[in-house]
C-alpha cells in the first residue's frame, strides 16, 4: 500500500525548510561581515609619513636635608652625608643641582658644590620650589633628574594586513624615537637643546679637516715584502 500524504502538510514541510536554510544563510553573512569589521578595527590611519611617537621627557625631584654650621659651611659629617647620597642617587651629568638655603650663607653655598664637583657636575644658582617645609636650621639640597620614555612603544596593535587608507605602521616611529630617547645623555635637550655661546673654536672645528688633508696615501709607501714560506 502506497502512504499517502497530506498535501497541506508536504507543503508546510517544504516552506519551513527554506525559511531555515535562509535564517542560516542570513546569519553565516552576519557573522563574515563582522569578522571583515573587526580586522579592519587594526588599520592604521597615519597616512602621512609624520612620527606620532615622539619622546616624553619627565623630571623627578629627590631632596636631602642637611644641618649647616652655626656660621654657615658644612662640617665634614655632613659633607660625607652628601657624598653618600649623591652616590647612592648615581649622580651623572644631566642631573641638575640646587640648594634651597633660607639664610642664603655664601660658604653653606661653596661648601655643596664642592661636593657636586666632585661627580663632575656646578650648583645650580636658583633653587627649584618643593614639596614641604624645611626644617628649621637646616638647608634642603635638590636634584631634578629627567627621564626619556615613548609612551605606547612599540606599538603591535593592528591584528590585520588590511591596509585601505595606505597608511603607516603603528609601529611607524618607535625604533627611531626610543633610540634617540635611549642616547640623549641630557634629557633637557630633547627640550630645548643646548644654548650655545656665540663663540667659534676654528681649531677645533677644523681638527678633523686638517686631519684628512695631512694624512699621506695609504698606498704611497712601498709594497711590503712578504716571504711565501
Not at 612620527?51 to 660625607?80: A, R
Not at 633628574?145 to 594586513?161: E, F, L, Y
Not at 677644523?206 to 716571504?227: D, F, S, W
Request: with cysteine; charged share 15%.
Amino acid at each position: 500500500m502506497t502512504p499517502k500524504h497530506h498535501p497541506v502538510a508536504a507543503l508546510s514541510a517544504r516552506h519551513t525548510r527554506k525559511f531555515g536554510a535562509l535564517r542560516l544563510g542570513t546569519g553565516a553573512l552576519a557573522v563574515g561581515i563582522g569578522l571583515m569589521l573587526a580586522g579592519c578595527g587594526g588599520m592604521p590611519t597615519n597616512r602621512t609619513l609624520d612620527n606620532v611617537h615622539q619622546p616624553v621627557v619627565e623630571h623627578t625631584n629627590y631632596t636631602f636635608d642637611l644641618t649647616p654650621s652655626p656660621n654657615g659651611g658644612l662640617d665634614p659629617v655632613q659633607q660625607h652625608r652628601l657624598k653618600d647620597w649623591f652616590g647612592a642617587l648615581g649622580l651623572k651629568y644631566g642631573d641638575h643641582i640646587a640648594l634651597d638655603d633660607p639664610a642664603e650663607s655664601g660658604a653653606t653655598h661653596a661648601a655643596v658644590e664642592a661636593v657636586a664637583a666632585q661627580f663632575g657636575l656646578i650648583l645650580d644658582q636658583v633653587a627649584p620650589v618643593t614639596e614641604g617645609a624645611i626644617p628649621a636650621g637646616s638647608v634642603r639640597v635638590v636634584v631634578s633628574r629627567a627621564t626619556a620614555s615613548v609612551p605606547g612603544c612599540p606599538d603591535w596593535s593592528a591584528h590585520s594586513d588590511a591596509n585601505y587608507t595606505n597608511g603607516t605602521s603603528r609601529n611607524y616611529g618607535c625604533a627611531v624615537s626610543s633610540n634617540l630617547a635611549a642616547m640623549v645623555a641630557n634629557k633637557e635637550d630633547l627640550v630645548h637643546g643646548q644654548s650655545g655661546s656665540g663663540d667659534t673654536v676654528v681649531q677645533t672645528n677644523t681638527k678633523a679637516i686638517e686631519a684628512y688633508r695631512t694624512k699621506g696615501p695609504t698606498g704611497a709607501q712601498a709594497l711590503k715584502q712578504q716571504a711565501t714560506q
